[in-house]
């Protein structure tokens, strides 16, 4: 029983690193996108906004590269 549970356990530590690689992926992706925005943008006000956005994503990245860390 031991065994079966800490299998179980092994496999959802698995998953949820993969995850939360994906998910850092995913953020890395959506601030190359937020920097694109920022070049073609003119208007401060909209580049202010992305920049804002743009340090809330890696907040995001890095708590999630943290929870991988955490993860044994």
């Known amino acids: 029983m ?3 549970y ?3 356990l092994f ?3 698995h ?11 995913k953020i890395d ?6 920097l694109d925005r920022i070049v073609d943008a003119n208007s401060p ?3 202010g906004a992305y920049e ?7 907040k995001e990245k ?6 991988n860390r955490c993860l044994w």
Do not use: G
Request: aromatic residues 10%.
């Open 15 to 25: 998953v949820r690193r993969k995850t939360l690689k994906a998910d850092t992926k």
């Open 29 to 34: 992706r959506q601030i190359a996108q937020f």
């Open 52 to 58: 804002k956005r743009i340090t809330q994503l890696e």
């Open 2 to 4: 031991f065994k079966a």
């Open 45 to 47: 006000t909209v580049i």
């Open 62 to 67: 890095r708590l999630r590269q943290e929870k």
């Open 11 to 13: 496999q959802y530590q």
């Open 6 to 8: 800490w299998d179980h």
